[in-house]
Structures are given as C-alpha cells and as structure tokens.
C-alpha cells in the first residue's frame, strides 16, 4: 500500500512442524476465537503455582506462488505457537508448544519452570506486567480472512497475459494472512491482537536472460494492494533492463527505491535502535543523542499503532507500543527499550519486548521512515552522476556495526543517471558503504511511502519512501 504524506527458546515441549491443510477452492477454515484462546491461557495460568506468562501466536496464511507465468503452488496453512515462560524470582525458564490443549500447555508450564530453577537469575528481571490499557487497531479485513485460494489464482490470470505480451515471465507470490496475538500471565495481563496482510510481489524476467524487473507492496487490507499497477511495474523495468552495461566501481549518487530502502534500514533496529546496542557500543547513535547524525531530512521511528503500516499495539510481555524516535529530523532522540534493557539505562520500557526466548534484546517491528517531498522522477533530475536502485540482496550489516557497515548487491534493475536522465541499465554492483556516513548525504526523501512486511518476524513492517544520497560506493562489478 503506498501512502502519501498527509495521509495518515529454551525448551522446547511437543514442537511440531507446521503442515499445510488440503482446503477447497473456495473456502478456508475459521481461526481460533479470542475468547477461545484467552480462556485456555487463562485456565492454564490457574495452575502454573506461581508467577509465569503464556504468548500465543496464530497465523492463517494463504499463499499463491507462480514461476514462468504458472502457479505452482496454491496453499492455505495454519500455524500455532504457545510460548510458556516461568519465574522463580529472578530466574527464568521458556519452553513452547504447537497446542491450545489443556495437558500440552501444561506440560509446557512444567518445563519451563523446570527450566527456570536450573537457571541463573537474572537481576535485572523486574516481574510480568499487570493489566494494561491499548491504543486502537484497524479490525482485520474480511476480504483477506475469508479469502480463497481460487480468488488469488482469478486474480493473476491478467497479468500473466500482459507478461506475455511484452515477452516476460512472471514470478512472485500473492499472501492473504491473518495473524492473531494473545498474552497473558499470573498478575491478571490478557491482551489481544487480531490483524492481516495483503502482499504481493512480483518479479518480472526475460525467458532470454536479457533481463529482470521487481515490484512489491503489501497493506493491511485487500484492497490496498494494486496488482495490475504492480505486475506492470515489474514488466516495464524487466524490459527496462535489458542489455545492461558495465559500470566502473566507484563512489557515485545514488537513489534508492523503496524496496532498497527497506532492505537496508530493516536492520537498523538490531543494529543501532534499542538499548542494548547502546549499552554494547555497537550503535552508531552512541554518545551522539541530541547531536546531528543525518541530514534535517531524516526522521526514523517504530510507530505500532500507525495505521499507514501493519499495527501492533503491544509487545510480546503485553506492555503498551509506544512511539519512539530514533532519529528526528537528522537529530539522535531515543531508542527501544524491553523491561531489562530499560532497568540497565534507567528508562522506562517502550513496548518492544521480543519473544520469549529469542535471546536478543528490544525488538523494533513496526519502522517508518517519514515522507519527504519528492517523487523519484524528480530525484532523477537532480542527479549528476549517479545509480538507481530497484532493491539489494546478500545484505549483510555485521561488518561493523558502530559505523553501519554494509555490504550487499544490486538485484533486478539498476540504472545509470547522467545529467538528470536515466541512460541506460548497468550490471548489477556489489556495494560497501557505511549508513552512518551515508545519513550524512542523505539529499532527498520520497513522499510516497511502499510497506515492506518483516521476513524475520510473523508481525510488523517497514513504511518507508525512496531516498536520494550524496554519496554511495560501489566496490566492485559483476558480469550480470
């Protein structure tokens, strides 16, 4: 859904492999109801014998993949994921299990206590929350919950006929998913989530090999997703693409498309966002808050009740999301904060609790990039010398994560702009270059903004427009 500015584990106990369910054509199954779920985690919380916290998660996903204007997989899948956590005054045990039954939620609880008194405690722990109030969330849309795979596979048959037209072969997948979230503990928290996903994507390429094309969106509701516009934007860079040439590496402009962007800034909350990459030193926002670490065109933020992305309006411990602002007009402002990291900087926690037994710290889910002016046509004009980006793959943003080191490869069109015009495409080029720096330049802001679902997390998104920098470096050539 693009958007305008303006516009608003530890143990584990009976783990099962999720398989996908033989439905018809026209029907899918109805998701386990809230009172259903709450009342199970309420009634296995009653004989816990003590302080513990049941995290459930459900998703209902239907899936439509396709290859070479074919669908070779129409699907509906439904997942359950009952994660328990015990205390035994500082220490703590998870276990998790694939059931809402009474004796699997049980069993659960006992390990995970069997877990918790074999651990370390953990000082830092403060306790589970109480019972807690939430901003409102969009309803989840019937058009995605009752959706059949017949209706996906309708949907595409146009525009396998407009690939074929222009010589191109469709690849992708169409995804209508319901996801539900529910948490509860022994200090009397029950907290509910029901929300859905409409995402497309599509990746449009020459049977020849003279060429590849991407486009994808994603929206909280069916109709924000237009596939024709999309399946068309696909086809026309494919086509765009073809007979790339050689670019010589070096330090050019460059503009970044919304896809690109998302790729890259995805990995800012792990890396720079939350406390403990404060606290480790390994943000590059470290000792800088307050100080200008972008240009004044730059404002980051995890937003959870945003309605322009996918919401989400508590964490995986049923505390409230808060707005927090990473980066606000160029200028370092805060970070995310779960219970222990909050304790350790003296703050109070934001509402970014990760799942029970992941291991990692704060968990951002919810990033936005705010809309700047620009379309990127108009990007495009004011580039001397410079690239166009469709999207990155191979990202890896480990190299050094006080500066922001990336590296990572063009994928399915880039394109060299000369004197305000694209000229022609260019081989895809491998890039490294510090976000840290790059901020720096950032030029311009898109005001168009394209959702990017999580691919680590079954909830959340990137909102974020395309961006034009100053300044990229591109380390080195392929020979595609």
Not at 4 to 11: L, P, Q
Not at 118 to 127: D, T
Not at 237 to 260: F, Q
Not at 292 to 305: E, K, R, S
Request: aromatic share 8%.
């Amino acid at each position: 859904m693009k958007t305008k500015a303006g516009m608003r584990a530890s143990g584990r106990a009976g783990r099962k492999r999720a398989v996908p369910k033989a439905v018809s054509a026209t029907s899918v199954q109805a998701s386990p109801s809230r009172d259903r779920v709450l009342s199970a985690l309420r009634d296995a919380l009653k004989s816990a014998g003590g302080d513990a916290e049941l995290v459930y998660i459900g998703h209902d996903s239907g899936t439509t993949r396709f290859a070479a204007s074919g669908i070779h997989q129409n699907m509906w899948e439904r997942g359950v994921s009952v994660s328990a956590r015990v205390a035994v005054g500082k220490k703590l045990g998870v276990a998790s299990v694939n059931s809402l039954a009474k004796a699997d939620l049980a069993a659960a609880l006992k390990q995970a206590r069997d877990i918790a008194n074999s651990s370390k405690p953990l000082a830092e722990f403060p306790g589970f929350p109480g019972p807690q109030t939430y901003g409102p969330a969009p309803h989840p849309d019937p058009a995605i919950v009752q959706q059949a795979p017949a209706e996906r596979a309708d949907a595409l048959k146009p525009l396998f006929a407009a690939s074929a037209k222009s010589k191109t072969e469709l690849h992708g997948a169409l995804i209508a998913r319901t996801t539900q979230l529910a948490v509860a503990n022994s200090c009397g928290l029950s907290a509910w989530h029901e929300g859905t996903l409409a995402d497309a994507q599509f990746i449009a390429m020459d049977p020849g090999g003279g060429g590849s094309g991407y486009s994808a969106d994603a929206a909280p509701r069916w109709a924000g997703l237009d596939l024709s516009a999309l399946a068309d934007l696909a086809i026309r860079k494919c086509v765009d693409s073809r007979k790339p040439r050689n670019l010589d590496p070096g330090t050019y402009e460059v503009i970044l498309e919304p896809a690109a962007v998302a790729e890259i800034f995805s990995w800012l909350p792990w890396i720079a966002f939350t406390g403990r990459s404060v606290e480790d030193g390994q943000s590059f926002l470290k000792d800088k808050f307050g100080q200008m670490v972008a240009t004044d065109a730059v404002t980051i933020y995890d937003d959870g009740l945003d309605s322009e992305g996918i919401p989400l309006p508590f964490d995986f411990e049923g505390r409230p999301k808060k707005s927090v602002y990473f980066i606000d007009r160029g200028v370092a402002r805060e970070v995310a904060h779960d219970a222990i990291s909050a304790a350790n900087a003296k703050a109070r926690p934001t509402g970014h609790a990760p799942f029970p037994g992941m291991g990692i710290t704060a968990m951002p889910l919810n990033l936005f990039v705010a809309p700047g002016m620009s379309s990127v046509e108009e990007m495009i004009a004011q580039t001397h010398r410079g690239v166009l980006v469709t999207r990155f793959h191979y990202l890896n943003g480990l190299l050094n994560p006080p500066i922001a080191l990336f590296t990572g490869m063009t994928r399915d069109g880039a394109f060299w702009v000369e004197d305000g015009k694209v000229r022609h495409p260019i081989k895809n080029m491998r890039f490294t270059q510090s976000i840290a720096k790059a901020l720096h330049g950032a030029e311009l802001v898109g005001r168009d903004r394209t959702i990017t679902p999580n691919t680590w997390a079954s909830f959340g998104s990137a909102c974020v427009p395309a961006m034009k920098f100053r300044e990229w470096t591109f380390s080195s050539r392929t020979e595609f």
